[in-house]
């Protein structure tokens, strides 16, 4: 069994924390600030209607770390259970936290889609590159 790929799955885990607590500080900080009964945002429908795009963004980017990561969890319980952990799914792994890091920082700051996505694909595409290493190692 292998430690290696702890550290960047805690690295992703703490970012996703990080976005959430974000989250909270802009939605309270909002909310208490244009003095806006907190009942209305009682549902997603609601929270929808009073908060802008600029304070739903951490939101929506918790969202995303709730998504793909979660196969990126799976690689890497499953490839900690090798004895040795190679080079480059290591490598891999940490570009894959780096890259959804940024993507972070763009989704909760300037919002600029096609950087955005840009990094998101690329993230996705590091993503492949480990299923496919993770589905060779195991053949």
Known sequence: MSTALYVPM?????LTMIVWLWMYIKRISYIQTNKIDPQS???RVGLLKVLP???QAPANNLNNLLEL???FYALCLLNSQQPHVGHTLLYLAWTYVGL???HSVIHCTYNKVMHRFSVYFLSSVVLW????LTLVSVM
């Open 10 to 14: 805690l690295s992703l885990m703490l």
């Open 69 to 71: 990561p979660i196969i």
């Open 100 to 102: 959804r890091a940024l």
């Open 53 to 55: 795009d600029e304070v």
């Open 129 to 132: 590159a480990m299923l496919v």
């Open 41 to 43: 945002a009682a549902s």
